[in-house]
């Protein structure tokens, strides 16, 4: 049997940024607990042996959260719960609910390594840098609003900055990461809002004499001030990727693209002088700015590898939101963009010539074409003043081992139909 020891360390191992940008920063191996080690004469203490067993009862059954959680409370007995070994076991159990799908408690597990790591540590202690972006991420995923992802991303780059590592590929590449991570999981969607005027409401309504006031607002501009930092400290001599510009680029574009999606699918009256004519333009000039940065990462494409599929999905949601049905196929045989590990097969389709979708009845409302994406009297209405787009379930063109298919998102898992 192995020790307990042997699982400690193995949790206590380098642990990279889960971005798609390489942070290089990670956690240094950790010593053993030297509280409770085996006894020469005795062997492993009661404690020790309740754990160990605990654990591998639990991996075995494929519970790896579960079976970090008996190591740590082990760890918190032995060492105390401010002790640094305790923190990085913390930090991983949260990370580990978070894989396995609990964000809410991976959140306040998180939240619980951030306080022990502030006593640890410091405030701006080195080790803090992973656990607030851990906490910014798990937050992305808790999909309530760029607010709270944005107040522990700033606070992993002011660890860096007190730490003087402003100037360097790790502060960059940080802001790089986080703004890339940023246009995921619907966190930049925005909301359209609405001002109903009027004293009485019911009766208003009833007299179709209501006065609304639209306004559509998103959190774009909190990426783009994260971007123009990493434009401004690319050209940095201190800063040794030769790539960083044309990466910056290439989230600069995905952003863009993202945003004016979002655009169509408000009223003209929201979304102001941006026609839709203007929004197609807007398309081709940032696939022309994927492509520039592409020819760049090209120079060394297994270094760069994750920047030119972010380039190339990228230039897949150009084809798509043009309506160029041909381009998408192109793509797709290129085998330049692979998304078969993103999608589970029984949610995947076949898509005809003109976009329609073959795909079984539903129990859901959904469209029947890829092209058709959500328009703005279609928002999630529950809540009057504040309307989200893209929540309901729609398709999405992807491409599996060289083909075309489409999506299912934002779908339950199983209907009543299906299993019919």
């Not at 007299?207 to 401004?232: D, K, P």
């Not at 599929?309 to 230039?315: E, F, L, P, T, Y």
Request: aromatic content about 8%.
């Amino acid at each position: 049997m192995r020790s307990l020891a042997t699982v400690i360390n193995q949790y206590g191992g380098t642990k990279l940024f889960p971005l798609m940008v390489g942070l290089a920063m990670g956690l240094a191996c950790l010593s053993v607990p030297v509280s409770a080690q085996s006894n020469a004469n005795n062997g492993q203490s009661p404690a020790e042996t309740e754990a160990l067993s605990n654990y591998n009862a639990a991996t075995a059954a494929g519970r790896h959260a579960e079976a970090a959680e008996y190591i740590l409370d082990y760890v918190e007995e032995t060492e105390g719960e401010y002790a640094p070994l305790t923190v990085t076991l913390t930090q991983r159990y949260g990370n580990l609910l978070r894989e396995e799908g609990d964000i809410r408690k991976a959140i306040s597990i998180l939240k619980t390594a951030r306080e022990r790591g502030i006593v640890a540590f410091g405030e701006h202690g080195i080790e803090l840098f992973e656990i607030n972006l851990d906490l910014g991420e798990a937050y992305v995923d808790r999909d309530i609003g760029v607010g709270k992802p944005k107040e522990y991303f700033d606070d992993a780059l002011e660890v860096l900055r007190k730490n003087g590592q402003r100037e360097t590929d790790l502060y960059v590449r940080a802001l790089v990461g986080i703004s890339y991570r940023l246009t995921q999981a619907g966190v930049l969607e925005g909301a359209l809002s609405a001002d109903v005027r009027g004293d009485n409401l019911e009766e208003l309504v009833g007299s179709g004499m209501t006065s609304l006031g639209h306004e559509y607002q998103s959190g774009y501009v909190v990426v783009e001030e994260y971007l123009r930092e990493a434009v401004e400290l690319a050209e940095s001599p201190d800063i040794e990727d030769p790539y960083l510009s044309a990466k910056v680029a290439i989230v600069q574009a995905k952003t863009k693209v993202l945003e004016m999606l979002f655009l169509e699918v408000v009223p003209p009256s929201v979304r102001g002088s941006v026609s839709g004519v203007t929004i197609q333009k807007n398309y081709q000039l940032e696939d022309s700015r994927l492509l520039s940065a592409i020819e760049v990462l090209m120079e060394d494409a297994g270094r760069n590898q994750d920047f030119l599929d972010i380039a190339s999905s990228a230039r897949m949601d150009i084809a798509w939101l043009s309506e160029d049905m041909q381009r998408m196929a192109d793509f797709c045989n290129s085998g330049s963009l692979n998304m078969a590990s993103r999608y589970p097969p029984d949610r995947l389709f076949e898509v005809a010539a003109d976009g329609s979708v073959n795909a079984p009845r539903f129990s859901f409302r959904i469209s029947s074409n890829i092209f058709r994406r959500l328009s703005a009297n279609r928002f999630d209405t529950s809540d009057r003043t504040k309307r989200k787009p893209h929540t309901a379930p729609h398709f999405v063109p992807v491409c599996i081992n060289g083909r075309l298919m489409a999506a299912l998102i934002n779908a339950p898992r199983v209907t009543i139909e299906e299993i019919e």
